[in-house]
């Protein structure tokens, strides 16, 4: 399977530490950036009520232990 980026999830988030295990837990707000060419297929999703993002942890080194 091959992976295509489409865009850039952006967090306030500047350090592993920093960054909550459950997100819905944090007030921290995100934004999710799309790449301008990718733009178009975001057509119409005003009247979506969800919407999926797949998303890869490209800095990850093992996992923590808590």
């Known amino acids: 399977m091959e ?4 865009g850039i999830i952006h967090t306030p988030f500047k350090t592993r530490a920093e960054t909550p295990i459950q997100p819905f837990r944090s007030k921290a ?4 950036e799309v ?6 297929g975001l057509t119409d999703i005003e009247g979506f009520s969800h919407i999926i993002l797949l998303y ?3 800095k990850s ?5 808590w």
């Open 35 to 40: 790449f301008k060419e990718y733009e178009e």
């Open 56 to 58: 890869n942890f490209h």
């Open 3 to 6: 992976i295509k980026q489409i």
């Open 29 to 32: 707000i995100g934004q999710v």
């Open 61 to 65: 080194e093992g996992y923590i232990s």
